[in-house]
Nanobody, 114 residues
Framework: QVQLVESGGGLVQPGGSLRLSCAVS????????MGWYRQAPGKQRELVAS???????NTVEVVKGRFTISRDNAQNMIYLQVDSLKSEDTAVYYC????????WGQGTQVTVSS
């Protein structure tokens, strides 16, 4: 049974940092393309970072240089280091396969505000 559990979000001031974690069960991240997605209020869910089977990573332009995705195969975890946060980064953050499949996890809320 697939389960995705995101954690690590919170309230942070502009310019701050967080490390988001995603605990995966039901499949191995080492043989899956994975992504971090986010959904801001009133907006569609969007992909912000990905890590492929071969370890290649990519981030979308609006977060490039600020967000870093990584993977721990032994722990079956996916991480997203988010730095230099801006108010527009406020969203619920989710991890999932790439392309995504159901089920989704509950997500972790990131709120950037002074």
């Amino acid at each position: 049974q697939v389960q995705l559990v995101e954690s690590g979000g919170g309230l942070v001031q502009p310019g701050g940092s967080l490390r988001l974690s995603c605990a995966v069960s039901g499949f191995a991240v080492s043989i899956s393309n994975m992504g971090w997605y986010r959904q801001a209020p009133g907006k569609q869910r969007e992909l912000v970072a990905s890590i492929l089977l071969n370890g290649k990573t990519n981030t979308v332009e609006v977060v490039k240089g600020r967000f870093t995705i990584s993977r721990d195969n032994a722990q079956n975890m996916i991480y997203l280091q988010v730095d230099s946060l801006k108010s527009e980064d406020t969203a619920v953050y989710y991890c999932n396969r790439l392309p995504p499949r159901t089920p989704w996890g509950q997500g972790t809320q990131v709120t950037v505000s002074s």
